[in-house]
């Protein structure tokens, strides 16, 4: 799973924040399954909060939020109408490597 942020500055400068777990589970098929899952989820979410509150929002706008788990995709598109929210299934990065 990652969430992968890219922020603008006031100059115009793009920065990327990224942050990634190794879980296997994108869809939960068991309670077992979704307890892993559920902890994953919160755990990447809580690395992103660590890394992104080093940006202060005064001087950084969120330009684009990819991530590859559908609940966090879903919920900020519900939670943020405006914000560009991109859900690839896998990491794009580790594509583009087994592309090449």
Do not use: W
Request: proline share 6%.
């Amino acid at each position: 799973m990652y969430i992968k942020v890219i922020l603008k500055d006031r100059k115009g400068n793009k920065h990327e924040v990224k942050v990634k777990n190794n879980s296997k589970i994108s869809v939960p098929t068991s309670k077992f399954n979704l307890i892993k899952f559920a902890f994953s989820t919160n755990k990447l979410l809580f690395n992103f909060y660590c890394k992104l509150r080093k940006f202060n929002p005064k001087e950084f706008k969120i330009e684009k939020i990819e991530t590859d788990n559908p609940l966090i995709a879903q919920q900020i598109a519900k939670t943020l109408p405006n914000m560009k929210v991109e859900f690839y299934p896998s990491d794009p990065d580790k594509i583009e490597q087994v592309i090449k």
